[in-house]
C-alpha cells in the first residue's frame, strides 16, 4: 500500500539525528557564546577604564588640581580631587560569567597622580614623569590577562 | 452508502511544509532579537568611542584657548630669550603652533628697605642697590621660585637675561646666567625685575618639584615661563597611532617636557587670518576595530574646526 505521510518511526529517527547534531554542537555554540561574553564585558570595562583615566586628565587640566589615584579594591578605582565631590570613581562591570580584576604593575611604592595632563608618580620630595604604569584586567583568581590599559604621554591607551 | 474515512497513518507533506514555515517565522523572530541586542551593543560601543574622543577633543581646544591667551609677557621680561620676538609670540605654520610667554608678577624696586634682606651678597648690598618696594611680595613660601631680571639700565649692548632663584625669604641670588650686574642708581629702575607666577596646580602638591627628565639636574617648581609647541606626531611604533601633541620648554630648567592631547588622528592644520586663528583636527573615533567583531566594522572619522580671535 501507499504511504501518503511518515510514519512515526521515520519521524523519531529524524529527531534521534537532530538531537545527536546538537548534542555535538551545543557544547561548540555555548563555548563560543561565552567567548563573545567575555569579550564584550572586557571590551566594556577598557573602554569604560579609558573614560575614567581621560575625565581625570581632562579635569587635570581644566580646574588646575591634582587627581590622586588609587586602587580601592581589586575591582574599583578613585581618582580623587580638591573635594569629595570632585572624586571620580570606577567599577569593573561583570559578565553573566565573566569575573574581572585589576592589578597595577610596576606594584605602586608611592602614589599617581595627573597634574596638569601629566601622569606623575610621587618620589620623597619631589615628583617624577610615571611612563611605565600598566593597569592589567585579568580573569578574577587566574593570571590570564585579558586586557591592559597603559599612559604614554600621560594619554591613557587600551589592548585588549 | 456514507464512504467510511480511513485512519491517516503518518504526517502529510502539507502538513511538515506548514510546520517548517512556522519555524521558519519563529528562527526570524529569534534572530531579530540577536538583531536588535547586537545594534545596542555597536551603539553603546561607538557612543564610548566618541565620548572620548569628544573629552580629548575640548580637554585639547581648552588647552590651546589658554595658550593663546598667555602668549607674550609682562614688562618685556622675555624679549631677551634666545629666537623670542616680542611682536611674533604666538607664531603658526602648516601643522605647527609655537606659543611664548612668561606671566610674570611685577615689582617695583626702590632704594629703601635694605635691613630686610640682611643676608643678600655684599657685593649688591650697598646704598645702589635696589629692593622690591613691597617685601611681602617675596614671602618665605616662594623657596625656589624663580624671577626674571632684565637689566634695562645698562645699554643695549651689554644688557643681559638674568634668572634668578630666591632660595629663601632673604632673595639670597643663587643663579643667573649672563652678565651678573644688578641695579645701580644710573637710571630710574621701575618694572625690570618680575616674580614668575606658578602654576595653580602646584598649590595642591605636598612637594613642589617635580622631574621632568631623568637626567635632568633641577627640578621644574611650576614657573609658568614656557615655550609650547603643539604640533602632530607621527607614530614611533607600529602599535602607535598619529597623535597631537604640546612640547613645553622651560627656559629656567633649561629641560622640557611633552604630553600627548589626542591619538588617532588624521590630520591636524592651523591657520592665521588678520583677524582669527584657525585650529582644524581630523580624527579617527577609536575602538571601533578591537575584539571580536574586527572583521566586520568600519572606522569612522570626525573633523572639528575652531576660531580664535585675535586680541589687540
Known amino acids: 500500500m501507499k504511504k501518503n505521510g511518515f510514519t512515526l518511526i521515520e519521524i523519531l529517527i529524524s529527531l534521534a ?42 579635569k587635570s587640566i581644566s580646574k588646575e588640581n591634582k587627581y590622586e589615584f ?20 570606577y567599577n569593573l562591570p561583570e559578565g553573566v560569567r565573566t569575573k574581572l580584576e585589576l592589578d597595577i604593575t610596576p606594584e605602586a611604592t608611592f602614589s599617581y597622580l595627573y597634574l596638569l595632563g601629566m601622569f606623575l608618580e610621587e618620589k620623597i620630595n619631589y615628583y617624577e614623569i610615571e611612563d611605565n604604569f600598566r593597569l592589567l584586567v585579568k580573569v578574577s583568581d587566574t593570571t590570564t590577562v585579558l586586557g591592559t590599559l597603559t599612559i604614554n604621554q ?7 | 452508502m456514507r464512504k467510511k474515512l480511513k485512519r491517516r497513518v503518518a504526517t502529510t507533506l502539507i502538513e511538515l511544509i506548514v510546520v517548517l514555515v512556522m519555524m521558519g517565522f519563529f528562527i526570524m523572530m529569534v534572530f531579530n532579537m540577536f538583531n536588535v541586542t547586537y545594534d545596542a551593543y555597536n551603539f553603546n560601543r561607538e557612543l564610548a568611542a566618541k565620548t572620548y574622543a569628544q573629552a580629548n577633543v575640548d580637554n585639547f581646544f581648552e588647552m590651546l584657548e589658554k595658550e593663546l591667551m598667555y602668549a607674550g609677557s609682562m614688562g618685556k621680561v622675555i624679549k631677551k630669550l634666545d629666537g623670542f620676538d616680542p611682536n611674533k609670540s604666538i607664531n603658526i ?62 645699554t643695549t649692548q651689554v644688557a643681559s637675561l638674568l634668572f634668578t632663584e630666591i632660595s629663601t625669604s632673604t632673595v639670597t641670588i643663587k643663579n643667573a646666567s649672563g652678565t651678573f650686574i644688578m641695579f645701580t642708581t644710573s637710571s630710574t629702575p621701575a618694572t625690570y625685575v618680575s616674580l614668575l607666577l606658578r602654576e595653580k596646580a602646584y598649590d595642591s602638591l605636598s612637594s613642589t618639584q617635580i622631574l621632568l627628565q631623568p637626567t635632568d639636574t633641577e627640578k621644574w617648581a611650576g614657573e609658568m615661563i614656557y615655550k609650547s609647541t603643539i604640533a602632530k606626531k607621527a607614530p614611533s611604533t607600529s602599535n602607535e597611532s598619529t597623535k597631537l601633541t604640546v612640547k613645553k620648554t622651560i627656559p629656567t630648567i633649561g629641560s622640557e617636557y611633552e604630553i600627548a592631547l589626542m591619538d588617532n588622528i588624521i590630520d591636524f592644520k592651523a591657520t592665521e587670518t588678520s583677524d582669527l586663528y584657525v585650529a582644524t583636527i581630523s580624527y579617527l573615533v577609536p575602538g571601533i576595530y578591537q575584539g571580536f567583531l574586527k572583521n566586520n566594522t568600519k572606522e569612522a572619522s570626525l573633523t572639528v574646526s575652531r576660531k580664535f580671535l585675535k586680541t589687540q
Do not use: C, H
Request: net charge negative; hydrophobic share 35%; charged share 20%.
Open chain 1, 17 to 58: 539525528i537532530i538531537a545527536a547534531i546538537a548534542g555535538i554542537s551545543i557544547p561548540a555554540i555555548y563555548n563560543n557564546v561565552m567567548k563573545i561574553e567575555q569579550a564584550s564585558t572586557v571590551e566594556s570595562a577598557m573602554n569604560g577604564l579609558r573614560q575614567f583615566f581621560a575625565d581625570a586628565r581632562s
Open chain 2, 93 to 154: 605654520e602648516e601643522s605647527t603652533i609655537t606659543v611664548q610667554y612668561a606671566l610674570a608678577e611685577q615689582i617695583i624696586l626702590t632704594k629703601k628697605d635694605k635691613d630686610k634682606y640682611p643676608n643678600i651678597e655684599s657685593t649688591y648690598s650697598t646704598e645702589t642697590t635696589f629692593f622690591p618696594l613691597y617685601p611681602a611680595n617675596i614671602p618665605g613660601s616662594l623657596t625656589n621660585r624663580w624671577v626674571l631680571t632684565y637689566d634695562d639700565i645698562q
Open chain 1, 70 to 89: 588609587s586602587k580601592e579594591s581589586d575591582t574599583s578605582l578613585k581618582f580623587t580631587g580638591s573635594t569629595a565631590t570632585d572624586t571620580i570613581y
Open chain 1, 154 to 160: 600621560g594619554l591613557p591607551t587600551v589592548e585588549f
